[in-house]
């Protein structure tokens, strides 16, 4: 009974023009596209300048600043004023204001003052290109210390080093969720819609009258979903690494073990939901409404840490969560099975929670 059920369910499969082009064709768009949008890093900030010193150094710090490649000047301003109004236009995102006689108080005084000022609608805009600016201006300030013209003096040499990412490649931190969200995305989705298809279309009811069980009958629907998320998990690494180059450190193995606990949790909770949902549009908003809360408190785009402690309780219940640290550490760190089993068995918990959800939820008939 079981071959049988699993032979109806790969061809129901495959008989759709749509699903098997799915699978293959989204992973490859959503890995090529999505890396290159999804990025916090800050660029091409438009600067406004007022340079009441129009020394050699001032010149030389504000060339250093345009070299860097995150800067644009927008303009030169002869006041603050002027230059503010550029900000609240919008033409600007910061200001540097270098003060009348900078070149001199750094030759006899040993110190200069800069004002940085920032649009700080965009809280991350503003404040990572103000530390950005601040930055590259206190790796200018160590060009002028080993100047001949410029009197030695103290200070502190701070050299940071970077574990695991020392370039600070943001796409190194973000591809890996994003496969996470891939794979919820098409094993939740698909699964979902499956049963609820079938409600519309009448043939669920030939199914109820069968002698089938109804683990039977959930299992079967579940594994061409479990087949199809591997095949979007191959894609999706194999297109990380064709468009940009990067491949785990760790197992692959590893990967594969926390892939497939992860698409029996989504693909079980995909059928929770179309066994309460009455129609496609209902299992849609549902599954809708869920990927998109447990994406935002997984810590997909932001530090699960700086979240209000409810909100970390509630994303305790989220595969996601797990699957995507898991993701990130075996990507970037190269991190072993024993590193991570605090990830693992919270996962095989809720695939267990999901599955049995699903099949005790399921009705052969209406009440």
Request: charged share 20%; proline share 5%.
């Given at each position: 009974m079981f071959k049988y059920l699993l032979e109806k369910e790969f061809k129901q499969f495959f008989r759709n023009k749509f699903l098997p082009k799915l699978v293959v064709v989204f992973p490859f768009a959503?890995?090529?596209?999505?890396?290159?949008?999804?990025?916090?890093?800050?660029?091409?900030?438009?600067?406004?300048?007022?340079?009441?010193?129009?020394?050699?150094?001032?010149?030389?710090?504000?060339?250093?600043?345009?070299?860097s490649?995150?800067?644009?000047?927008?303009?030169?301003?002869?006041?603050?004023?002027?230059?503010?109004?550029?900000?609240?236009?919008g033409t600007a995102d910061l200001l540097l204001e270098i003060?009348?006689?900078?070149?001199?108080?750094?030759?006899?005084?040993?110190?200069?003052?800069?004002?940085?000022?920032?649009?700080?609608?965009?809280?991350?805009?503003?404040?990572?290109?103000?530390?950005?600016?601040?930055?590259?201006?206190?790796?200018?300030?160590?060009?002028?210390?080993?100047?001949?013209?410029?009197?030695?003096?103290?200070?502190?040499?701070?050299?940071?080093?970077?574990r695991f990412n020392p370039n600070l490649n943001y796409k190194l931190f973000m591809i890996p969720a994003l496969m996470a969200m891939m794979m919820a995305i098409i094993c939740g989705f698909l699964p979902a819609l499956n049963i609820v298809s079938e409600k519309e279309n009448g043939t669920i009811e030939q199914m109820n009258v069968t002698p089938v069980r109804k683990f039977t009958f959930i299992i079967s629907k579940l594994i061409p979903y479990w087949v199809a998320g591997f095949v979007a998990f191959s894609l999706c690494m194999f297109s990380a690494f064709l468009f940009y180059g990067i491949s785990p450190k760790g197992s692959i193995f590893l990967l594969y073990l926390f892939a497939i606990v992860f698409v029996l949790n989504f693909s079980g909770f995909g059928l929770v939901v179309s066994n309460y949902a009455k129609n496609i549009q209902q299992a849609i908003f549902i599954m809708f409404f869920f990927v998109i809360t447990m994406v935002f408190i997984s810590g997909l785009y932001t530090p699960y840490q700086n979240m209000p402690q409810w909100t970390q309780t509630i994303g305790n219940v989220s595969p996601l969560k797990y699957?995507?640290?898991?993701?990130?550490?075996?990507?970037?760190?190269?991190?072993?099975?024993?590193?991570?089993?605090?990830?693992?068995?919270?996962?095989?918990?809720?695939?267990?929670f999901f599955n049995g959800w699903a099949v005790l939820s399921y009705r052969k008939k209406d009440n």
């Open positions: 959503a890995m090529s596209i999505f890396p290159l949008v999804a990025n916090m890093e800050v660029k091409n900030l438009s600067l406004a300048v007022v340079d009441n010193d129009r020394s050699i150094t001032s010149r030389q710090m504000l060339e250093k600043i345009t070299s490649g995150y800067f644009k000047i927008s303009g030169h301003f002869n006041d603050t004023k002027t230059a503010l109004k550029s900000i609240e236009k003060p009348p006689k900078f070149e001199e108080s750094l030759n006899r005084e040993k110190i200069g003052n800069l004002m940085i000022l920032a649009n700080a609608v965009n809280a991350m805009k503003g404040g990572l290109g103000s530390m950005y600016l601040a930055s590259i201006i206190s790796d200018y300030n160590l060009i002028l210390k080993q100047s001949p013209q410029i009197p030695k003096t103290a200070a502190l040499d701070i050299r940071p080093f970077f699957f995507i640290q898991a993701l990130r550490m075996i990507y970037i760190k190269g991190a072993t099975f024993f590193d991570m089993q605090h990830l693992f068995y919270p996962l095989c918990v809720l695939a267990v």
